[in-house]
């Protein structure tokens, strides 16, 4: 198994957790790709390393649509919280005060 580990002894509480939920809210039925967490702590995330391949015109056209069917899935609003989490959201490391629950 080929992981990829982020490690930040400083993090932010509750930084790794958001991304683990921003992730797993991602996954939608028919939309693009997303890494798999495979673990979280208050230090780390673990992803499931991705893939790379050379960019292809089908390829493209493949996750544009994707992609697009990703963002029709919708939110509840802006700055809205991964459906279900219940923490500080984050955009890299500053807190999203339209996230706090």
């Not at 028919?30 to 673990?39: H, L, M, P, Q």
């Not at 960019?55 to 963002?71: M, N, Q, V, Y």
């Amino acid at each position: 198994m080929d992981l990829f580990v982020k490690r930040r002894s400083n993090a932010p509480v509750g930084l790794f957790a958001a991304e683990a939920a921003g992730l797993a809210w991602l996954k939608v039925p028919g939309g693009a790709s997303i890494v798999e967490v495979v673990d979280q702590t208050s230090d780390s995330i673990t992803l499931r390393r991705v893939a790379t391949v050379a960019p292809r015109p089908e390829a493209a056209e493949r996750f544009g649509r994707e992609l697009a069917w990703t963002h029709d899935a919708g939110a509840a609003g802006f700055g809205a919280p991964p459906d279900g989490f219940r923490g500080q959201c984050f955009i890299a490391d500053l807190a999203m005060s339209t996230c706090s629950q």
